[in-house]
């Protein structure tokens, strides 16, 4: 079955500490794998995908398909990264419906 | 400027009401789509649309309709609301439909039912 999971439901940093967002998932082939996050009081918003390899506000993610896993990364945490982060992927045969992982809360501390 | 706009932002209404919740977008976009998400869980597609005249279930049962008449307006009706159906509601849209394709979301609706 496809499924996205993330294993942490809270985590809570200090400012400066490097961050690690766990993201492992499940299919079969070659998904298309995102990072979405919701600042407080904001719509959520797509903050990367894997095919772009790009860094977004600090933030990058490496796909590991040996490991099946997108985790999300920054070296140090700024108290404006405190959010709700969703691992998503998208099937890229039969439906393309993206599945949602329950996401993760980043708490960055002074 | 391009939006995704959903209305009313928060509801609380009793069981046994008939709801529709707006969603309209500004991006000039063909797929829709309707998720439903509980506190600090996943989302949940309930409904996706293509196009005008095209809508489709989604992965998650729901007693929720939805139409789609014009390219820009895809509203979600519920004709009898219950407290199970007490939930955050959030529509999106996107221009593609595959490869890695992004979702725009509007900002929710927050249902309560009493």
């Known amino acids: 079955a496809q499924r996205v999971t993330q294993p942490e439901k809270l985590l809570s940093v200090f400012k400066g500490a490097p961050v690690e967002l766990k993201c492992n998932y499940s299919?079969?082939?070659?998904?298309?794998l995102f990072w979405y996050v919701q600042y407080s009081r904001q719509r959520l918003q797509l903050l990367l995908r894997?095919?772009s390899r790009e860094s977004i506000k600090g933030f990058t993610a490496d796909l590991n398909k040996g490991e099946t896993s997108f985790h999300l990364k920054k070296p140090f945490a700024q108290e404006e990264d405190s959010a709700m982060y969703y691992c998503?992927?998208?099937?890229?045969?039969?439906?393309?419906?993206?599945?949602f992982g329950t996401g993760t809360r980043l708490k960055v501390l002074a | 400027e391009a939006d995704i706009y959903q209305t009313p932002r928060y509801l609380v209404i009793g069981t046994g009401k008939k709801i529709t919740l707006e969603c309209s977008q500004t991006?000039?976009?063909?797929?829709m789509y309707w998720y439903q998400q509980d506190p600090g869980m996943e989302l949940h597609l309930i409904h996706y649309?293509?196009?005008?005249?095209?809508?489709e279930k989604g992965d998650l049962s729901s007693e929720s309709t939805v139409s789609r008449i014009r390219t820009e307006h895809f509203p979600l009706t519920l004709e009898s609301a219950r407290p199970s159906h007490t939930s955050q509601y959030l529509c999106?849209?996107?221009?593609?439909?595959?490869?890695?394709?992004?979702?725009?979301f509007g900002p929710g609706t927050r249902l309560t039912v009493t």
């Open positions: 991006m000039g976009h063909d797929k």
């Open positions: 649309s293509y196009g005008v005249n095209s809508t």
């Open positions: 894997h095919i």
């Open positions: 299919y079969s082939g070659s998904p298309e």
């Open positions: 998503a992927l998208a099937p890229t045969s039969g439906t393309y419906k993206y599945i």
């Open positions: 999106a849209s996107s221009e593609l439909w595959t490869g890695a394709y992004e979702q725009y």
